[in-house]
């Protein structure tokens, strides 16, 4: 009698423990939108790719992913060439974009050797046709890609000059019909102000898109912060440069700023 109350409680125990393990592993969002600015990349550099950076960022990707959330990611390209400094610089614009947007294909690749080391599925697509690079991006396929477990990095921008990749990541958020945008960047959020340069600056919880204009805070640029207010689609701001922040997001902790209407 003594053995079979022990082996009740072992059986309670250790569907307890699976419970509590499932629900730490449970995701907020099913399908996401996950941008990263090319700047970011640069780590500790002042040019270029950190390796060391590149495979944090993977490892953090490979944690979500384990729990079971659908990852689209779009990559800026400022750490290899922007287009408007280009422009500022004598380049013809359209030609600097263009350049740029070769500059995310390189970030988008390099991410991706990263994951697939990682033990990660990964796909890497373009706005531009340039098979065997990339495959030509579609919304169907970005989709079927992304149900079939397979981390789509989304790269080239729009495919069109004088469109930021913020508007870039707004477009395929909307497109793919993430649940949110993951605004991964070195600050902890938005504030009322630079924190670097004023110490004063507190930061935003959450804040709504219409305080976000009547404040002239500058989370995106106004053509991406639009196309997420009227495609209903809230952005989460965060600090991606933290370890272990992204799954924290995912996990429904209070990390960074939500932006929604």
């Known amino acids: 009698m003594k053995d079979c109350y022990c082996r009740v409680i072992e059986i309670l125990y250790f569907c307890g423990y699976n419970n509590q393990t499932n629900q730490d592993n449970m995701a907020q969002y099913k399908r996401i939108l996950l941008k990263l600015s090319g700047e970011s990349l640069m780590g500790g550099k002042q040019y270029g790719i950190d390796e060391v950076r590149l495979n944090e960022y993977a490892a953090q990707i490979k944690e979500i992913a384990e729990m079971g959330v659908q990852i689209g990611i779009v990559i800026g390209g400022g750490n290899i060439f922007r287009g408007l400094s280009g422009a500022s ?4 614009r359209v030609k600097g ?14 991410l991706s ?3 697939v ?8 697509l373009t706005a531009i046709r340039m098979e065997p690079i990339g495959e030509f991006y579609n ?13 789509v990095i989304m790269s080239g921008g729009t495919g ?19 649940d949110v945008m993951l605004k991964g960047t070195r600050v902890d959020g938005i504030y009322t102000a630079d924190p670097e340069k004023d110490p004063t600056a507190t930061k935003f919880s959450e804040i709504t898109y ?23 689609l809230p952005i989460i701001v965060f600090d991606m440069d933290t370890n272990g922040n992204l799954k ?14």
Not at 160 to 178: C, H, K, V, W
Not at 248 to 261: Q, R, Y
């Open 89 to 92: 610089k004598g380049f013809d």
């Open 97 to 110: 974009d263009q350049m740029g947007m070769l500059a995310t294909v390189i970030n988008s690749l390099a």
């Open 113 to 115: 050797s990263a994951l």
């Open 117 to 124: 080391v990682h033990g990660v599925k990964a796909k890497v």
């Open 139 to 151: 919304k169907w396929r970005a989709i079927e890609l992304l149900e079939q477990g397979n981390v």
């Open 160 to 178: 069109n000059p004088f469109f930021t990749t913020d508007t870039g990541s707004s477009l395929r958020g909307i497109e793919i019909e993430a």
């Open 210 to 232: 219409d305080e976000i204009y009547t404040r002239g805070l500058k989370v995106m640029d106004l053509t991406a912060t639009t196309m997420c207010k009227e495609n209903n």
């Open 248 to 261: 924290k997001v995912m996990s429904g902790e209070n990390i960074g700023t939500l932006v929604h209407n």
